[in-house]
């Protein structure tokens, strides 16, 4: 079957302004030292620019002001924001509000698009995506003990959440919650909208993580008690007992986008690590010309390409096929994109020493997000399993006790295969 990554010209040159404008506009704002409301009227201004452009939320569809872009044209999009940490707020896709407005704008209906949809897209909301809890484990998420009780016509909600994204500054949040406890594992779940103000909502705090603290605005991962929480009925989102499948949903494509971000991240730290080989000397020339070093390079341009390549094969797959025929591709680059992106930050941190352990350069802080990228949308062990079980599908033990390719067998099958052949030219001798 023929892979087929190309997009027309008028797009290439979309992507072209948008690395110009990453670079000269977004790029400043990670340095840029201004008070929050200075801060955000500059956004503001570059938000604008990004709407005029016609690229502001691009994964949704036009009807919605989006693009309606398919998951390759959205991968290479995200690959170019992945750079820079401020580029998806500017854009319109900043997580987890992307997935969010994926979501609403997927199985909201028209009254849940008016109240939460319409106005998250405008900057008007912000919102959170309530699943993991502490005593639960993220890798099976199946055993949720979070309850949403329909009595009436509200939802009874009582749980405990963390890192929940986005959660202290958040105005509703999607919350996972099991509703179906008598149900299969994979029906138990649903997902309801769930306004921040609603009494018995308590926000307890933003969880200091190896990452830092540094996030502006109170962005972060929040834990969250859920305490006879009462939400109007119409606040479920899709059907009953189908969180599970809207969640696939939200994940396969977004997962997509996450290692794109983090090539586009790599693809920096790459960069850096050239030109500080080059510009660096050591040892009676410059770094560039030892052998480790070429060997950094060498390796970390092999990986990167490798990951580009088997990201877009796999947003190839979900336009033709469908995210759920992608799960095996998907779960490759989730892991195998984590993997390249420690190791390529690794190298350039490195190369620089001292200079790039300090705050001076993005190096020490693009260190600590990437150990976090082995764990989002699951971690990487469940990942791993989920490949091999994928390619064991297509494998059958072999009878007998020897493998298929035991040489002793192999030579006595060929034997009798061509014993009448080997006979004829035997006599013919």
Same mark, same amino acid.
């Given at each position: ?205 933003? $969880? ?5 603290? =540094?996030?502006?605005? +109170? &962005?972060?991962?929040?834990?969250? #008690?859920? *305490?006879?929480? /009462? ?113 390529? $930050? ?5 190369? =620089?020493?001292?200079? +790039? &352990?300090?705050?001076?350069?993005? #190096?020490? *802080?693009?260190? /600590? ?61």
């Amino acid at each position: 079957m023929a892979w087929d990554f190309s997009t027309e010209p008028e797009f290439e040159k979309q992507l072209q302004w948008m690395r110009e404008f990453v670079r000269d506009e977004i790029y400043p704002l990670e340095v840029l030292e201004a008070d929050d409301g200075s801060f955000m009227r500059i956004v503001r201004t570059l938000q604008k620019e990004v709407k005029e452009r016609k690229l502001w939320a691009t994964h949704l569809p036009p009807e919605l002001g989006g693009q309606g872009f398919g998951q390759v044209k959205l991968g290479l999009i995200h690959e170019i924001l992945g750079a820079s940490v401020w580029a998806p707020t500017v854009f319109g896709n900043q997580a987890p509000d992307s997935g969010n407005s994926e979501i609403l704008a997927n199985f909201g209906t028209s009254r849940q698009k008016e109240l939460w949809l319409h106005p998250l897209l405008e900057g008007k909301l912000r919102s959170g995506f309530s699943m993991t809890e502490p005593h639960n484990a993220g890798s099976d998420p199946v055993d949720l003990s979070t309850t949403a009780e329909l009595r009436g016509d509200e939802w009874v909600i009582n749980g405990h959440k963390w890192f929940t994204s986005n959660g202290m500054i958040a105005d509703f949040l999607i919350v996972m919650a099991a509703t179906e406890p008598d149900a299969g594992p994979y029906e138990r779940a649903s997902m309801i909208i769930v306004p921040t103000d609603t009494p018995g909502l308590k926000r307890l705090r933003n $969880i200091p993580t190896m990452a830092g603290e =540094h996030e502006r605005f +109170g &962005y972060g991962h929040a834990e969250i #008690l859920y *305490e006879d929480v /009462r939400v109007p009925k119409e606040n479920l989102l899709g059907e009953r007992g189908k969180g599970f499948l809207i969640a696939q949903h939200r994940l396969g494509p977004g997962r997509i986008h996450h290692c794109m971000r983090w090539l586009g991240q790599a693809r920096r730290a790459f960069d850096m690590l050239c030109e500080r080989a080059l510009q660096r000397r050591a040892f009676g020339g410059p770094l560039a010309d030892k052998q480790t070093v070429q060997n950094w390079i060498a390796d970390s341009a092999a990986e990167m390409q490798a990951a580009r390549l088997m990201t877009l094969h796999a947003a190839w797959v979900i336009d033709r096929e469908g995210a759920p025929a992608a799960r095996k591709e998907i779960s490759l680059i989730k892991f195998f994109g984590a993997r390249v992106l420690h190791d390529v $930050i690794d190298r350039a941190l490195q190369l =620089h020493g001292s200079l +790039g &352990y300090s705050s001076d350069l993005p #190096l020490e *802080e693009m260190y /600590r997000h990437a150990r976090a990228a082995r764990m989002y949308d699951g971690p990487d062990e469940v990942h791993r399993q989920s490949v091999a079980r994928y390619i064991l599908r297509d494998y059958k033990a072999p009878k007998g006790p020897w493998p298929r390719e035991h040489v002793p067998t192999r030579r006595e099958a060929a034997r009798r295969k061509f014993a009448a052949m080997l006979e004829t030219m035997t006599a013919d001798v």
